[in-house]
């Protein structure tokens, strides 16, 4: 009996002969589990790319290719507008000198129709009979001068003839500007702010002639005339630039006024003493419109 026993359990199966089997079938089923979850469902395709992804940057990892530095790019400032192109061209300087304009006043006048009548009587004189309007006093005056010494000479003589006179002085400081601009176009711009001083000279000088010298109306017209023209050809010169420069526009503007009040009318031509009156008084007025322009033109520098 006891030998039996032994073999029976001999060729029974050995304690734990399964085990290795098992074990086999248990990772064959986890190994198709996870081949279902990777192949077969969304959250395998997640952890495909995942895997790929950390395949992809190991490989970068372990190669380290150098980088080519990239330009820096500064980025455009938007707070700001372009800064402006300087101007090209060549530069100059122009002036326009000061003035000083001394008045023989005759009285001064808060009454309108009282100052016209004795202006009146001053033209029937060869006066300038020009009315000043000094801030709301009416200024009347006879007759203006570039020095003072002459203008004193002439008070000190109607003075004594029993006209009651004074002086009166108007001035203001000139005006310096640099000018770029294409060479071409530097000659006319000094010739143009040149002669609006020169003006102011010639009818000075015409004035004084005109009753120095005992001209005649007819010659008085033409030297008016020519000034005429040597303003209209400096407004010229100048127009095309005019519209886009302020300060040119102004001076521009200064000889279209002379233009229009230097043109007597057939009252004033119609006696030499007629003339003499009314180029006095266009000599203060133009004095007076000078003024102004340099008033406007340092105002706008």
Known sequence: MEYRKRRKKRNAPAEGSFQPLIRALILI???GAALWLIFGTKAGERI?????MSLIDSCRAGSKPTATPSPLVMPEDTSSPAPTAAPTGETCEVKLPSIEIHMVEMGIYSDSALCSSKAAELKSMGAAGYVFNDGGSLRLIASAYS???????????LRTEGYECSLHTVSSNGVELIITAPGERLIPIRTAFAAAAETITALDELAIDFDLNS???EYGLNVLNEIKTNLATASASIAPQAEQN????????????????SAPDETASASRTAFASYIKALRVEAALRYVMLLSEIG???
């Open 246 to 261: 302020a300060m040119l526009a102004i001076l521009n503007r200064y000889y279209a006024d002379l233009l229009i009040i």
């Open 299 to 301: 105002g706008a520098a």
């Open 147 to 157: 020095d003072k010494a002459s203008a004193e000479n002439v008070i000190e003589r």
């Open 48 to 52: 495909k790319t995942g895997w790929a």
């Open 215 to 217: 001209r005649s109306t």
């Open 29 to 31: 089923i986890i190994f």
